[in-house]
């Protein structure tokens, strides 16, 4: 699950990188999650958004 939630992660960084996406093109949670931790601190720490996100899908699976 951590290795498929990164790869997800790193392909999202990766497009933004190479503007084949925007922000502005989709708002899901990892867009978000990204744009904050980008606002905040000029940054993502990888692991840390990998983390939130798998809490996110547990959490709201755990209360459905």
Known sequence: LH??????IKKRLE???NKETSFE???DLLDY???ASLEEN???D???????IITFLF?????T
């Open 3 to 8: 290795d498929d939630t990164m790869k997800i």
């Open 25 to 27: 093109d989709s708002k």
């Open 42 to 44: 000029g940054q993502v």
């Open 59 to 63: 959490a709201g699976h755990d209360t």
């Open 15 to 17: 497009a933004l990188k």
């Open 33 to 35: 999650m990204i744009q």
């Open 46 to 52: 990888k692991e840390l958004l990998r983390d939130e």
